[in-house]
């Protein structure tokens, strides 16, 4: 029940085209769900997030839509860049419980073709 | 800019060695994490602690254990390290629960291989 499933494990997509990642969750618990980027090299770093109050939050080319009855919720690259190839995670946690631990999914490289 | 700083990029140690990992944080966060990370399985945390010298299990912690005797440095050690310990070991900070900019930094991770 505490796991995140994420999907697809790696992705190709050409230039300028949308890339869609998908996870989905059992803990009804959880209230609170990032997206993190990680570049080869370096840590993984806050993208977006998300709380169930809303079923969409946007920001520049990255929106996350999020489905609270069916416990999935996704990210969307619009119009993604070869600078956007990276391993994405999403994760999820209860707000309410002490230090915010994040249950991460297991990632999905992403490759922009140019 | 805020900053979590782990020790290594990387380490080779031996099968049976006490293995230390250090990680520091300079932007005074109540909360820190130790996660692994390995292909197809994502970030799976060690362990976390919320306040000096407090410490919590995480979903792997055999094998391990933690010391957080100040605030900006939480260690991580292998007591007797084994050869599936080998893997990307990354820390983190953040701030409390449900404040204003909520959310997890990341060190850039020490690659540890058990020879």
């Known amino acids: 029940q505490q796991q995140v499933k994420q999907s697809p494990q790696s992705l190709i997509v050409q230039k300028g085209g949308i890339s869609i990642i998908n996870c989905a969750y059992e803990n009804t618990a959880f209230d609170y769900f990032p997206w993190y980027q990680q570049f080869p090299g370096k840590g993984p770093a806050l993208l977006i997030a998300?709380?169930?109050?809303?079923s969409e939050k946007k920001e520049g080319r990255f929106t996350i839509s999020f489905n609270k009855s069916a416990k999935q919720f996704s990210l969307h690259i619009m119009d993604s860049q070869p600078g956007d190839s990276a391993t994405y995670f999403c994760a999820a946690s209860p707000l309410g419980n002490q230090g915010g631990k994040l249950i991460f999914g297991q990632g999905t490289e992403l490759s922009v073709k140019p | 800019d805020v900053k979590v700083t782990q020790s290594s990029r990387y380490l080779v140690k031996r099968t049976g060695e006490k293995v230390f990992l250090e990680c520091v944080q300079d932007m005074d966060h109540e909360n820190m994490f130790w996660y692994r990370q390995d292909p197809g399985l994502g970030l799976r945390l060690i362990y976390f602690?919320?306040?000096?010298?407090?410490?919590e299990k995480g979903d792997i912690p055999e094998g391990y254990s933690v010391s957080r005797e100040k605030k900006e440095r939480f260690s991580l050690i292998l007591e007797s390290a084994s050869t599936n310990q080998t893997s990307m070991y990354l820390c983190?900070?953040?701030?409390?629960?449900?404040?204003?900019?909520?959310?997890?930094?990341f060190g850039s991770g020490t690659r540890l291989t058990v020879v």
């Open positions: 983190a900070s953040s701030t409390p629960v449900g404040s204003r900019n909520y959310g997890y930094t």
């Open positions: 602690s919320y306040d000096v010298k407090m410490k």
């Open positions: 998300i709380r169930p109050d809303v």
